[in-house]
């Protein structure tokens, strides 16, 4: 299995009637398909469902300003969400939608192998770490093993809640810190030549 035939194997997939109705196209990622490092958010909104590109909107306009200030660009990095399909009126993505789409998750994650995961907000960073409270759990690494590979997993505030919040300076310091953090660990790995496809 390779990411094109499990993009082509969820493209026309029916597991959610209510979120069936309310997208317009499955958005499946996008990004480098052989970086190590993954980042995961929780659905697509308004534009990501008219473009079929994850974080495409404003959200993703916060993202690449992030991504930026550690030299990334959206080409070094892989990106997708916790589920494919844009939820009416932007809701919260329900707890059987988000097993629906577990298995393409944990499908994505055993092609791409990544050494780095990035959970931004609440829906991702419980997905991969069972937990919950993204302001405690933000800040840290996380090591944890999926796949019998171990990960380093970085929980981020989503740039959403940062808009919310009427562009929040404070809140702006605490993401750039937290991509410090990402960068920290990129570097490490950069010299563990764990990330030499970067």
Same mark, same amino acid.
């Given at each position: 299995m390779n990411l094109d035939l499990l993009k082509q194997q969820y493209t026309s997939c029916r597991k959610c009637p209510k979120l069936c109705q309310s997208r317009s196209q499955v958005v499946f990622g996008n990004g480098n398909p052989h970086t190590k490092i993954l980042f995961i958010g929780e659905a697509p909104g308004v534009n990501e469902d008219k473009q079929g590109i994850p974080f495409c909107g404003a959200s993703g306009q916060i993202l690449q300003q992030l *991504?930026?200030?550690? =030299? *990334?660009?959206? &080409? /070094?990095? +892989?990106i997708t969400n916790t589920i494919l399909c844009r939820p009416e009126n932007n809701r919260n993505p329900e707890q &059987? &939608?988000?097993? =629906?789409? !577990?298995?393409? *998750?944990?499908?994505?994650?055993?092609?791409?192998r990544p050494k780095v995961i990035v959970t931004i907000g609440n829906f991702a960073t419980e997905r991969i770490l069972k937990k919950k409270g993204i302001t405690q759990l933000r800040g840290k690494i996380h090591p944890t093993v999926i796949n019998n590979q171990e990960i380093s997993v970085i %929980?981020?505030?989503? %740039?959403?809640? @940062? *808009? @919310? /919040?009427? !562009? =929040?300076? &404070?809140? +702006?310091?605490?993401m750039t810190s937290d991509f410090q953090l990402i960068n920290s660990v990129i570097q490490e790995q950069k010299k563990q030549k764990n990330l030499a496809e970067f």
């Open positions: *991504l930026q200030t550690i =030299n *990334l660009t959206r &080409e /070094n990095i +892989f &059987e &939608e988000v097993n =629906n789409c !577990r298995e393409r *998750l944990d499908q994505l994650i055993q092609i791409m %929980p981020i505030i989503h %740039p959403a809640n @940062y *808009l @919310y /919040n009427g !562009r =929040n300076p &404070e809140m +702006f310091k605490q």
